[in-house]
């Protein structure tokens, strides 16, 4: 880096300290965004407003800071514990301070040895009153681990100064592809989803929020009133066929044949996916929008669901639902279909129903033998 920037950095960082809010910080760092370190501590004015800062490295470190085991050591959701765990740690040791900020990182950055999982980092900022935070994929193979370092480093420092509602300078350099996806607490966009200000909203299963995903996974469309382990089933099948797609639960809250969801019913059933998996809402009434907004996606769904997918009823005419058809092609959607026992007991599958072959070709059978759950949330209520 050069020289000149070097200094430019510090600035930012002397201007932070130097800022009319009183604020101290904890950080907890781990796997990336180390360079923030010597850009933080470096500066005259550090030990006021630095009160801790932990690099959790190994696995095994990771795990004792936590005080439990990850499922996934690059995740939002452990950057969010990291960042509560930063807080709390520094209330508990200082007492005498008021307007406290824990900082959690995690990061997966280029390496010398080879690995399939992208490079990208996750961080949280938290405070008393706010809990927000970033993500970001770096185009594979495109920098060097330093260049990377120094790119989530400086997005640490953007993410100090944001949280005490002050402006900075910085000035981050990403390629056309990459992203940096702002997270925040839900409760704010899905007032705006509501009142169809947004078209979807993806809430974390750490239960962060953004309106700003590129995603072309797997998606497992419900109502989930309640969530079962049927699918809970459904979504461990997802992950372990599907590779390294992203799976997800999608919950509209509009239907076709329900009452639309009010907002604390939204939010109620939202929290059953806290701390399991992340969640999509949209406003979506039928798959051709929620493929529109998710093109190239993959659901995964019921026999009932695909009978009514398939039903005429639900078109203005023949030609809608031929329309439609050729819709899914264009937008490269698939569905993956989830037989079960009927009222007889009998198991229904896809072959069990009647489909137009120019349809066949964008469904696939789970069959029987790899997942089958007879059980619905109507049983359960």
């Given at each position: 880096?050069?020289?000149?920037?070097?200094?430019?950095?510090?600035?930012i960082?002397?201007?932070?300290?130097?800022?009319?809010?009183?604020?101290?910080?904890?950080?907890?760092?781990?796997?990336?965004g180390?360079?923030?370190?010597?850009?933080?501590?470096?500066?005259?004015?550090?030990?006021?407003?630095?009160?801790?800062?932990?690099?959790?490295?190994?696995?095994?470190?990771?795990?004792?800071?936590?005080?439990?085991?990850?499922?996934?050591?690059?995740?939002?959701?452990?950057?969010?514990?990291?960042a509560?765990?930063?807080?709390?740690?520094?209330l508990?040791?200082?007492?005498?301070?008021?307007?406290?900020?824990?900082?959690?990182v995690?990061?997966?950055?280029?390496?010398?040895?080879?690995?399939?999982?992208?490079?990208?980092f996750?961080?949280?900022?938290?405070?008393?009153?706010?809990?927000?935070?970033?993500?970001?994929?770096?185009?594979?193979?495109?920098?060097?681990?330093?260049?990377?370092?120094?790119?989530?480093?400086?997005?640490?420092i953007?993410?100090?100064?944001?949280?005490?509602?002050?402006?900075?300078?910085?000035?981050?350099?990403?390629f056309?592809?990459?992203?940096?996806?702002?997270?925040?607490?839900?409760?704010k966009?899905?007032?705006?989803?509501?009142?169809?200000?947004?078209d979807?909203?993806?809430?974390?299963?750490?239960?962060?929020?953004t309106?700003?995903?590129d995603?072309?996974?797997?998606?497992?469309?419900?109502?989930?009133?309640?969530?079962?382990r049927?699918?809970?089933?459904?979504?461990?099948?997802?992950?372990?066929?599907?590779g390294?797609f992203?799976?997800?639960?999608?919950?509209?809250?509009?239907?076709?044949?329900?009452?639309?969801?009010?907002?604390?019913?939204?939010?109620?059933?939202?929290?059953?996916?806290?701390?399991?998996?992340?969640?999509?809402?949209?406003?979506?009434t039928?798959?051709l929008?929620?493929?529109?907004?998710?093109?190239?996606?993959?659901?995964?769904?019921?026999?009932?669901?695909?009978?009514?997918?398939?039903?005429?009823?639900?078109?203005?005419?023949?030609?809608?639902?031929?329309?439609?058809?050729?819709?899914?092609?264009?937008?490269?959607?698939?569905?993956?279909?989830?037989?079960r026992?009927?009222?007889?007991?009998?198991?229904?599958?896809?072959?069990?129903?009647?489909?137009?072959?120019?349809?066949e070709?964008?469904?696939?059978?789970?069959?029987?033998?790899?997942?089958?759950?007879?059980?619905?949330?109507?049983?359960?209520?």
């Open positions: 880096m050069k020289n000149t920037e070097e200094l430019q950095i510090r600035n960082v002397k201007n932070l300290y130097e800022s009319s809010v009183d604020a101290s910080y904890s950080l907890a760092i781990t796997g990336g180390i360079k923030v370190v010597d850009w933080l501590l470096s500066v005259p004015g550090a030990s006021n407003k630095i009160l801790e800062v932990v690099l959790p490295y190994s696995g095994t470190s990771l795990n004792k800071y936590l005080g439990s085991s990850i499922q996934k050591s690059v995740s939002l959701e452990t950057a969010s514990k990291l509560n765990k930063s807080y709390e740690e520094a508990c040791n200082n007492p005498d301070k008021n307007n406290l900020v824990g900082i959690g995690t990061a997966s950055l280029e390496t010398n040895r080879f690995k399939r999982s992208q490079n990208k996750y961080m949280v900022a938290k405070s008393h009153e706010k809990l927000f935070g970033y993500s970001l994929v770096f185009e594979k193979g495109s920098r060097d681990r330093v260049l990377e370092d120094q790119i989530t480093s400086k997005v640490i953007s993410l100090m100064y944001e949280v005490l509602d002050l402006k900075n300078d910085f000035k981050i350099n990403l056309r592809k990459e992203k940096l996806i702002r997270y925040s607490k839900l409760e966009l899905i007032d705006q989803l509501i009142q169809a200000k947004k979807y909203v993806f809430i974390d299963q750490s239960g962060l929020a309106d700003d995903i995603f072309s996974g797997v998606l497992i469309p419900g109502s989930f009133n309640p969530l079962h049927g699918h809970i089933g459904i979504l461990e099948y997802g992950l372990k066929a599907f390294h992203d799976v997800f639960f999608e919950l509209s809250i509009s239907n076709v044949d329900k009452p639309s969801l009010n907002r604390d019913e939204l939010i109620d059933r939202v929290r059953q996916f806290r701390g399991l998996s992340g969640i999509i809402i949209t406003r979506s039928t798959f929008q929620k493929s529109k907004l998710f093109p190239g996606c993959k659901f995964i769904v019921g026999i009932d669901t695909m009978e009514r997918i398939w039903d005429e009823k639900y078109y203005q005419s023949k030609k809608d639902l031929q329309d439609t058809i050729s819709d899914f092609n264009e937008l490269g959607v698939k569905f993956f279909v989830v037989g026992s009927n009222e007889s007991g009998d198991f229904k599958s896809l072959s069990n129903i009647e489909i137009d072959e120019r349809f070709k964008l469904v696939s059978e789970i069959p029987e033998k790899d997942f089958r759950v007879d059980i619905s949330s109507k049983d359960l209520r």
